[in-house]
């Protein structure tokens, strides 16, 4: 396992595939896209590349809480996303950051648009991703979401998958 | 969204948009008091003009020369501390023209400087340089009547810094009064101090400031609203309970919840989602804190989570671990929220890193719970148009009287009861429909 070279159309794929998902809130499939023990993060706009263990953030799931995440994401009883929000979501600009042994850094940019309450609202960032290679496909190691803003704009909560 | 002019309720006995009747055992805001632009304007004056008001913690700023620039009451202001070490609030205008001065959110500096026409300024405030001084009639005079504007008062207690923009209102412990207490069990949690850490919450929620402070104050909502928390805790093996929690009026508008059956606390209450490694800690820690403080005082911070209210604009959670938030009024319908990490100075780094995991999945606009919350806030405020206005007045009121006929008996309110909403609003309602004096 690991050592194949991930080329930038595959980790396109993964990505895009991985956004119809959440799009579509087809949220079981879409945690089956991270490893055991994967992470989630999603860092607050005054980050400044430090360890979410030290400082901190608007999301940081280790397993088990992206396991809550989800099915509290899948209960009619997670008012903040029932009805659920319309998201549309636009990735470009990735890139292979750096290839290791196992895993592969892969950032790219995001814009997800959403939608709820007959209200808009724009979330602009990047990802900076660490994925496990396999030999049958990729899988989060570190998922981190960095939103772009100086602070969340009026109603732009964090309540879905950024 | 449409403005709505306030309309008399009518059938009422007085124009108050707070009605209490103890033999009716009722108590009602008046729903403009979320939706009124003026009466927005009004509370900025009234309350945000005229009271203490917290502003951040000495922790942000550890070092001589470390800045940050921040709103309150919709007044750009500099929070720094100077070159000699003096915590420094200055007004974010250039005292030449008006520009504002330092147009960076946080950093390190000797001086802030005017890009306009390149004033400087010392981080206590001298204007230390004003170039073509020549062109100015006696420029030490004139150096010392443009020095930068100082915030009226600023005190703090235990490394909370307050600032009022009324250079007459009371001492800060006399306005904090039995809250001051609170805040000093929060500070003995760690034996080297408390501290923020950077990756501090900005957000910003459509609704009006009071109803962030509602929720905080409103147990009642817990259940219903944090289902999926509640569940998710139940899962990790922590049974969440009501009983024998009660709220608690401190005077002048501050609140306090006292909540033993919501959630363990690190270090503190061991539960089982915390690790088995932290139960051990959890005995030695309560150890330290009985050698440091005495056993009464030790159980007083340790064994229950709080929530503080402290009028008009700091909540104070003290739960699983403990964050900071702010509110910041920006309109009726909108409030900004600032929410900081506090922790225990001089923890282990695993420590450290559970306290973080686990506040950012209860709090926060990412979190478990606290989106919840703002679906709250936002669907109260979009929900109280339909009755702005009506054909019946007595639509346009929101009941808040849980616990009043058990309180009348003279029993502790409970924290699933409406009594700390209720204090906050006599506040309010002294506040803003009083003459405008303090305590009035």
Redesign the interface.
């Given at each position: 396992m690991g050592r194949r070279t991930v080329t930038r159309a595959e980790a396109e794929d993964f990505l895009y595939r991985e956004a119809m998902l959440l799009d579509e809130w087809r949220l079981d499939e879409w945690l089956a896209l991270f490893e055991e023990d994967g992470r989630m993060e999603?860092?607050?706009?005054?980050?400044?590349g430090?360890d979410?263990?030290?400082?901190?953030?608007?999301?940081?799931?280790?397993y088990?809480?992206l396991k809550?995440?989800v099915?509290?994401l899948k209960?009619r009883?997670?008012?903040?996303?029932n009805p659920h929000s319309r998201t549309h979501r636009m990735i470009s600009n990735v890139i292979i950051l750096e290839q290791g042994d196992e895993t592969v850094w892969v950032a790219a940019n995001f814009i997800i648009h959403r939608y709820r309450?007959n209200q808009e609202f724009s979330y602009v960032g990047r990802y900076e991703h660490v994925l496990l290679v396999d030999d049958d496909g990729l899988r989060f190691r570190l998922r981190r979401s960095i939103p772009t803003a100086?602070?969340?704009?009026?109603?732009?909560?964090?309540?879905f998958i950024? | 969204m449409t403005q709505l002019t306030h309309t008399d309720p009518g059938g009422t006995p007085n124009r108050s948009l707070v009605h209490e009747d103890w033999d009716a055992l009722t108590f009602k805001v008046h729903r403009s008091a979320y939706r009124s632009p003026a009466l927005f304007q009004k509370e900025m004056s009234r309350i945000w003009g005229h009271t203490w008001l917290y502003l951040g913690h000495e922790t942000e700023i550890p070092n001589p020369g470390d800045f940050k620039s921040r709103t309150l009451g919709g007044r750009p202001l500099i929070f720094c501390r100077d070159s000699s070490g003096k915590i420094q609030v200055f007004f974010n205008a250039c005292t030449h023209r008006g520009t504002v001065l330092c147009r960076h959110s946080e950093g390190n500096t000797k001086f802030f400087q005017c890009f306009y026409h390149a004033w400087a300024f010392s981080n206590s405030g001298e204007l230390a340089a004003l170039p073509g001084d020549e062109a100015y009639a006696d420029v030490p005079g004139f150096k010392e009547r443009h020095r930068l504007r100082s915030v009226p008062r600023v005190d703090s207690h235990e490394g909370f810094v307050f600032i009022a923009f009324d250079p007459d209102v009371p001492d800060l412990l006399t306005h904090l009064g039995e809250a001051a207490h609170y805040m000093s069990l929060t500070a003995k949690i760690g034996p080297q101090g408390m501290q923020t850490v950077p990756g501090v919450q900005l957000y910003s929620v459509k609704g009006n400031w009071k109803l962030a402070v509602e929720n905080a104050m409103d147990g009642y909502h817990f259940a219903p609203t944090h289902n999926t928390f509640v569940g998710y805790l139940r899962e990790t093996g922590f049974a969440v309970t009501d009983d024998d929690q009660y709220a608690y009026d401190l005077g002048d508008g501050h609140g306090l919840l006292i909540l033993t059956g919501h959630n363990g606390r690190i270090g503190m209450v061991w539960e089982p989602r915390f690790g088995e490694g932290e139960k051990e800690r959890t005995a030695a820690k309560r150890q330290e804190m009985e050698e440091r403080l005495g056993k009464e005082l030790a159980a007083e911070v340790a064994d229950a989570s709080r929530i503080l209210f402290v009028f008009p604009n700091l909540l104070l959670f003290d739960l699983e671990a403990l964050t900071i938030r702010q509110i910041e009024p920006v309109e009726a319908g909108r409030t900004d929220v600032r929410a900081w990490q506090f922790v225990e100075t001089g923890e282990p780094d695993e420590v450290r890193a559970l306290r973080i995991k686990t506040m950012v999945s209860f709090v926060g606009p990412g979190g478990l719970a606290t989106p919840d919350d703002i679906e709250a806030y936002e669907a109260v405020q979009r929900g109280i148009e339909a009755t702005a206005d009506s054909a019946d007045p007595a639509y346009d009121w929101s009941d808040m009287s849980r616990g009043m006929a058990n309180e009348k008996q003279g029993n502790q309110g409970r924290s699933i009861d409406e009594g700390a909403m209720r204090s906050f609003w006599r506040q309010w309602s002294r506040r803003v429909e009083g003459d405008g004096t303090p305590g009035a």
């Open positions: 999603v860092t607050t706009t005054d980050w400044n430090w979410s263990s030290s400082a901190g953030a608007f999301m940081c799931d280790d088990g809480l809550a995440r099915k509290r209960s009883k997670a008012h903040a996303e309450d100086e602070t969340m704009a009026p109603g732009a909560r964090l309540s950024l | -």
